[in-house]
């Protein structure tokens, strides 16, 4: 019985440090076509971006806004599986997009419910992330596309908060499982004259210390040290913190306000593997945001008991860390501070509106 193939789309930062041999893309894909049960000789359809010369030669194919030409690999047919192994799956068919500058996931992504693409595979970091689910968010939410999710950056927080594997085959053999789960997606969104546009986060945006670091540590560096990058960053940022005043204004009516070192409304456990939360206060798909803050410490022992509990993940006992379920919040702050969003440069302002979008995003994960 014939059945209409499922079209992927597989977004892939080419920058990313677990992305720059070929050996990766070939795993992943190894994944994505493998069904042992399959016995067909017809070949799997894999498209990728060639170079000048090669498109020249090659029939034109239309990505989604890709500005590459493409052309299939060489078939893979049964019984001559050739470099990717296993049998390939004639139910699937797999358009490989490469990244050429910031901004791109987004726009593939928010063209592949027109393209007719099922699922959105992203792999990359964090940012790669952030950015195929702001295109995923353009699309009417009945005809948004699955997304999966290979994570593939230096310290991938949101990929460590849902369980995904730290493998690129294993992370790939989740994203065409059955099993997915619908999650939460921030928007954050600068209200005044001349404000910048209201942006979309996966989980977390915040201000005040470790924050530069997210968006500041070098590309080279992720790539070359991981996580410690982060935290070598991290520990230099203590050395200035500094106080801002500003005033959180909860859908409740409860207003907080005072001098904040941080402050993070978030949607994970783990924020650059700096601050992390404890996993049994945090529900990615709950329709609700936590905000975080950690007041400003007046004396040493204040900064000794905000580390301690920081380290502990318990803040029952720090008076000066506040932890709230949010569905909505909105920020005054006395300055206009640089943000991090799923870990990229993001302009604030003296008024912000955060949210929640309940439930907005199918992720394949783990059953």
């Not at 992943?28 to 016995?39: C, F, T």
């Not at 999966?148 to 995904?164: H, K, R, V």
């Not at 070359?224 to 204004?249: E, S, T």
């Not at 993001?346 to 199918?362: F, P, Q, T, Y």
Request: aromatic share 6%; hydrophobic share 40%; glycine share 10%.
């Amino acid at each position: 019985m014939n059945t209409t193939p499922e079209k992927i789309l597989l977004i892939i930062n080419p920058v990313s440090g677990r992305m720059k041999s070929t050996s990766g893309l070939y795993e992943i894909l190894d994944e994505l076509y493998r069904d042992d049960a399959v016995d067909t000789a017809d070949a799997a359809e894999i498209s990728l971006p060639l170079t000048e010369s090669e498109a020249e030669k090659a029939p034109v194919k239309s990505v989604a806004k890709a500005p590459a030409k493409v052309s299939p690999l060489p078939s893979l047919a049964s019984g001559n599986a050739g470099p990717l192994g296993g049998e390939p799956n004639p139910n699937r068919r797999v358009t490989v997009a490469l990244t050429m500058h910031r901004g791109h996931a987004t726009q593939l992504a928010s063209a592949a419910a027109v393209e007719g693409y099922d699922t959105v595979i992203c792999c990359g970091g964090d940012g790669t992330f952030n950015e195929t689910v702001a295109g995923l968010m353009t699309i009417e939410r009945k005809s948004r596309p699955v997304l999966g999710y290979i994570p593939a950056g230096s310290t991938n927080d949101f990929a460590a908060s849902m369980g995904l594997s730290g493998t690129l085959r294993e992370a790939a053999r989740v994203t065409v499982s059955a099993h997915q789960t619908r999650i939460d997606i921030g928007h954050f969104r600068p209200l005044g004259m001349n404000h910048p546009p209201a942006r979309h986060f996966s989980y977390i945006a915040s201000f005040g210390a470790f924050t530069a670091t997210s968006y500041s540590t070098s590309q080279a560096a992720k790539n070359l040290f991981g996580h410690l990058a982060y935290l070598v960053a991290g520990i230099k940022d203590l050395g200035n913190i500094q106080a801002h005043h500003a005033a959180f204004d909860l859908q409740d009516g409860t207003r907080i306000e005072g001098d904040f070192i941080f402050g993070a409304v978030t949607n994970t456990t783990s924020a650059g593997g700096v601050i992390k939360l404890p996993s049994d206060l945090v529900s990615l798909s709950d329709g609700l945001l936590e905000l975080f803050l950690i007041h400003m410490p007046k004396t040493a022992l204040d900064l000794q008991r905000i580390a301690t509990a920081l380290l502990a993940q318990d803040f029952s006992g720090c008076p000066l860390i506040e932890l709230h379920h949010i569905k909505s919040v909105r920020i005054l702050m006395d300055d206009c501070l640089s943000w991090s969003l799923d870990g990229e440069e993001a302009i604030g302002g003296k008024r912000i509106e955060i949210g929640c979008h309940g439930g907005a995003v199918r992720l394949k994960t783990r059953a």
